[in-house]
């Protein structure tokens, strides 16, 4: 599960510094609080903006979509690409794993 995505999670790192990302840990730049001080507000919300649907019209055409919104957001802050979750590449293996029969 995406904690940038979901507006009730957060991470905390060791030293108590609060963060909407787990891939963030020890980023300054990704902060968004502290244990002592609490949460900056209007980070939070800088957070919840860029966590919005992606705009990808690649990403918006994809049938998996409604299942990944577009990658994680982190590619979008960095301007890359998103990286498509591997069930879009596997679902044939797992429908055959399921149905017991092979596609043709």
Do not use: H
């Amino acid at each position: 599960m995406c904690t940038l995505r979901s507006a009730n999670n957060i991470v905390v790192g060791p030293f108590g510094k609060i963060y909407k990302c787990w891939e963030n840990i020890g980023e300054n730049d990704f902060c968004v609080g502290d244990t002592v001080k609490g949460l900056d507000k209007d980070l939070l919300k800088r957070w919840k903006e860029i966590a919005i649907l992606t705009n990808n019209s690649k990403c918006n055409a994809c049938p998996f979509f409604a299942a990944c919104p577009g990658g994680c957001p982190l590619y979008k802050i960095n301007d890359e690409l998103p990286v498509c979750p591997f069930q879009k590449y596997s679902i044939d293996f797992y429908l055959e794993k399921i149905s017991g029969e092979k596609n043709a």
